[in-house]
């Protein structure tokens, strides 16, 4: 399973961005998709996750302002992100959890990071 993220960049605050994800995958059966961020000096986080019924789940701080997004035809992820604060700079990182068919076993995924600055 691939990773592709992409859509970061320099935004001043109260503006938007729109960051994407598509997975490429060979017989995995991807159950939640989601966006992890890592600020400076920070531990990584759940931002938002959704599920493959198409569950949301958000972290507190982002709820109302980000919305996660799934095009299933696609396995792409995205993340609509507005009224964007500083607090909000981080690299942000995609996240699939699913399993290869035949198979429980849930494995976890990663994407590369794209950054996300957020100016004052």
């Known amino acids: 399973v691939q990773l592709q993220a992409s859509g970061g960049g320099l935004v001043q605050a109260g503006g938007s961005l729109r960051l994407s994800c598509a997975a490429t995958?060979?017989?995995?059966?991807?159950?939640?998709m989601g966006w992890y961020r890592q600020g400076p000096g920070n531990q990584r986080e759940l931002v938002a996750i959704?599920?493959?019924?198409?569950?949301?789940n958000y972290k507190d701080s982002v709820e109302g302002r980000f919305f996660i997004s799934r095009d299933y035809a696609k396995d792409t992820v995205y993340l609509q992100m507005n009224s964007l604060k500083p607090e909000d700079t981080a690299v942000y990182y995609c996240?699939?959890?699913?399993?290869?068919?035949?198979?429980?076993?849930?494995?976890?995924?990663w994407g590369q990071g794209t950054e996300v600055t957020v100016s004052s």
């Open positions: 996240n699939v959890e699913g399993a290869f068919y035949g198979r429980s076993y849930q494995r976890t995924y």
């Open positions: 995958r060979n017989r995995f059966k991807i159950n939640t």
């Open positions: 959704i599920t493959d019924g198409g569950s949301t």
